[in-house]
């Protein structure tokens, strides 16, 4: 017999539908603005050959904020905006997974795993046309001249300050399409499936794991929110270290568009030994720890609010 869990997680059948979307629609949106700057920061680390533009993240961080201000470290944040669609359709695989692979296992790591693998794999088939196009927009500025694609100056200068994002967007997508084609939008797919769905396959288990061991450790009266807060950040490093070699080859594949998956893979051996793959390992913990935070603050209390009324006073907070 399963032993008892300390912490009782809230199941897809337990949620009132209608609030788990509308809730979950403002979360989403206030992690990605939350964690967008590090994202664009680990873009560029990884991108760049050694350390020909910065030197590390804070570096990074530092000269983006002089050249470009803080428009700088938000390139490309209206097209990523698009990725709420991804992060709903996220949201509801693994709960529709996680309740199906219950039908045939009581083991919550088996849920957990096969649950965030295959939420990974939808969203990931929705986002990366949109990571393609926000990639290449957070690549201008200091990081233009790693990248095939930029902006073209069709205006006058007096006149381009009035030009609007999505103008700078149409640019770059029409310059896609006419290099790549549609399957220049596709570009990275099979590097982000090798690195998301395994990260997210990870993360799940290692976060339910840390969350009941902090329990046993912790105060019976303890909130469990607090618990969880604390089970997100390490199940997020612990997933960002084991897959961030794909990371890098993936960001590489997506920008450059030159090479396939194992090509950059052997390349980047080649030029940067093993220290390459650890590239944005350090933007990609920190932009991953307050990600985690809030995602698992906001998720488990969207859930929380989203209970069926009968239910309400049966979870412990």
Not at 2 to 29: A, C
Not at 50 to 59: A, E, W
Not at 278 to 286: D, M, P, Q, V, Y
Not at 302 to 309: A, F, N
Request: aromatic share 10%; net charge positive; charged share 20%.
């Amino acid at each position: 017999m399963q032993q008892k869990r300390n912490i009782q997680i809230i199941e897809w059948e337990d949620l009132d539908k209608r609030k788990f979307y509308s809730f979950g629609v403002f979360m989403t949106m206030t992690i990605r603005a939350t964690v967008y700057p590090a994202t664009l920061i680990r873009t560029r680390l990884q991108v760049q050959r050694g350390k020909s533009l910065y030197n590390g993240t804070v570096d990074a961080f530092v000269k983006i904020l002089r050249a470009e201000g803080i428009r700088g470290l938000y390139r490309g944040f209206m097209v990523n905006t698009f990725t709420l669609i991804s992060g709903q359709a996220y949201i509801t695989t693994y709960e529709l997974v996680r309740k199906y692979v219950s039908n045939y296992s009581a083991s919550n790591t088996l849920k957990s795993l096969v649950a965030g693998g295959s939420a990974s794999l939808v969203a990931q088939s929705i986002t990366v046309p949109i990571d393609v196009v926000s990639q290449q927009l957070m690549m201008q500025g200091q990081g233009e001249h790693l990248t095939r694609f930029r902006f073209k100056p069709k205006m006058a200068v007096d006149a381009r300050k009035h030009r609007v994002t999505f103008g700078q967007t149409r640019d770059i997508i029409v310059q896609i399409f006419a290099a790549d084609g549609l399957r220049g939008f596709y570009r990275g797919y099979v590097a982000s499936l090798l690195t998301y769905i395994p990260n997210s396959a990870v993360w799940w288990p290692f976060y339910h794991f840390y969350a009941e061991q902090l329990s046993k450790l912790a105060p019976s009266e303890c909130p469990h929110l607090i618990l969880q807060a604390m089970a997100g950040p390490l199940a997020a490093a612990t997933a960002s270290t084991v897959t961030n070699p794909m990371d890098v080859v993936r960001a590489r594949v997506q920008v450059e568009g030159r090479m396939s998956v194992i090509e950059t893979f052997k390349q980047l051996l080649v030029e940067e030994g093993f220290w390459g793959m650890t590239k944005g390992l350090s933007a990609r913990i920190i932009s991953s720890t307050p990600t985690a935070i809030v995602m698992v603050v906001g998720y488990e209390t969207l859930k929380k609010l989203s209970l069926r009324p009968e239910l309400v006073d049966s979870r412990h907070w």
